[in-house]
T-cell receptor
Framework: EAGVTQFPSHSVIEKGQTVTLRCDPI?????LYWYRRVMGKEIKFLLH????????ESGMPNNRFLAERTGGTYSTLKVQPAELEDSGVYFC??????????FGEGSWLTVV | GENVEQHPSTLSVQEGDSAVIKCTYS??????FPWYKQELGKRPQLIID?????GEKKDQRIAVTLNKTAKHFSLHITETQPEDSAVYFC????????????FGQGTELSVKP
């Protein structure tokens, strides 16, 4: 069974540009999460989808971040326009009926 | 909301020694406490978890203890090996409905041969 997959694995963009990160959760998982780890700090929650609905988006930093999960399958996280402080690792995770949350490899974003 | 504090931030041990990482949490409704290991450039991997109806859980060289009254939980690694070197994160569920995890700050464990 495939795990959580994320694309791209690494991205370097200039300040002011747009980046879109994609996440494919484990098949059948209704819950999809986005987390971010900035500059070696803790892993911070961004938002939680249940199927296609946003259950909790309290961790989204500001309106430059837009997450979608069309059809309740894969999700995208768009940063527009990107700022220097957006650099970090963006993790997607998914879970099924239980609590266990499985993480993807992360998308490493560098804004220069 | 939930707040999780993790200590120490760095830990260096000799191969074969034990390592202990401690976390405290603030939300008494939290009922799920996983531990993740993240090697450099890799995904966080779940290594063990505990639910609030259990005080201790063990899996080979790894054990986790939970004190609900004091709202703290700990990770114990015995007979450490160099491949145990990684960053370890504790986490607590926000409330008791599953879903969202709040993470500690991470502990960088270094096991010296």
């Amino acid at each position: 069974e495939a795990g959580v997959t994320q694309f791209p694995s690494h991205s370097v963009i200039e300040k002011g540009q747009t980046v879109t990160l994609r996440c494919d959760p484990i098949s059948g998982h209704d819950n999809l999460y986005w987390y971010r780890r900035v500059m070696g700090k803790e892993i911070k929650f961004l938002l939680h989808f249940v199927k296609e609905s946003k259950q909790d988006e309290s961790g989204m930093p500001n309106n430059r971040f837009l997450a979608e999960r069309t059809g309740g399958t894969y999700s995208t996280l768009k940063v527009q326009p990107a700022e220097l402080e957006d650099s970090g690792v963006y993790f997607c995770a998914s879970s099924g009926q239980g609590n266990t949350i499985y993480f993807g490899e992360g998308s490493w974003l560098t804004v220069v | 909301g939930e707040n999780v504090e993790q200590h120490p931030s760095t830990l260096s041990v000799q191969e074969g020694d034990s390592a202990v990482i401690k976390c405290t949490y603030s939300d008494s409704a939290s009922n799920y406490f996983p531990w993740y290991k993240q090697e450099l450039g890799k995904r966080p991997q779940l290594i063990i978890d505990i639910r609030s109806n259990v005080g201790e859980k063990k899996d080979q060289r790894i054990a986790v203890t939970l004190n609900k009254t004091a709202k703290h939980f700990s990770l114990h690694i015995t007979e450490t090996q160099p491949e145990d070197s990684a960053v370890y994160f504790c986490a607590a569920s926000e409330g008791n409905q599953g879903g969202k995890l709040i993470f500690g700050q991470g502990t960088e464990l270094s096991v010296k041969p």
